[in-house]
């Protein structure tokens, strides 16, 4: 495949993965995603691409761009690693107000934190432990 028809793709997933996140976000800051048991599935299916694929994005621009930066590379660790212990900590102490409101916003953040944690494995695997 040519270079430009690849980066072509890239930009339009780009596009396509961020636009459906910030769809998702202001739909669910407005109280326009709905909790009723009959529309859960769907709810839970489209929170969990589009958490996915806003993180897998982030990772790859992370990945690409942002690897050799050496600060920026370490505020995104300390970022990602402060945000861990933050939102079990806040889960912990009750600081979230859980609602149906709430709830989305929630889930997407403890999300991205798993993933974070996951990934954060992945590379200290990757840069320490493989061969």
Not at 6 to 26: D, H, M, P, Y
Not at 81 to 103: K, Q, R, W
């Amino acid at each position: 495949m040519k270079t430009d028809t690849k980066r072509n793709i890239r930009l339009a997933l780009s596009i396509l993965v961020s636009g459906n996140t910030f769809i998702f976000l202001v739909l669910a800051y407005l109280g326009m995603i709905s909790n009723n048991p009959k529309t859960l599935v769907f709810i839970d299916f489209w929170g969990r691409l589009t958490v996915y694929s806003f993180w897998f994005v982030c990772y790859a621009v992370y990945r690409k761009y942002l690897i050799d930066q050496i600060l920026l590379k370490r505020i995104i660790i300390f970022t990602v690693c402060t945000n861990i212990p933050v939102f079990l900590l806040m889960g912990y102490f009750d600081v979230f107000e859980v609602n149906p409101h709430s709830a989305v916003f929630i889930d997407f953040w403890g999300r991205l934190t798993v993933y974070s944690l996951w990934f954060m494995a992945y590379e200290l695997y990757r840069e320490y432990l493989s061969e």
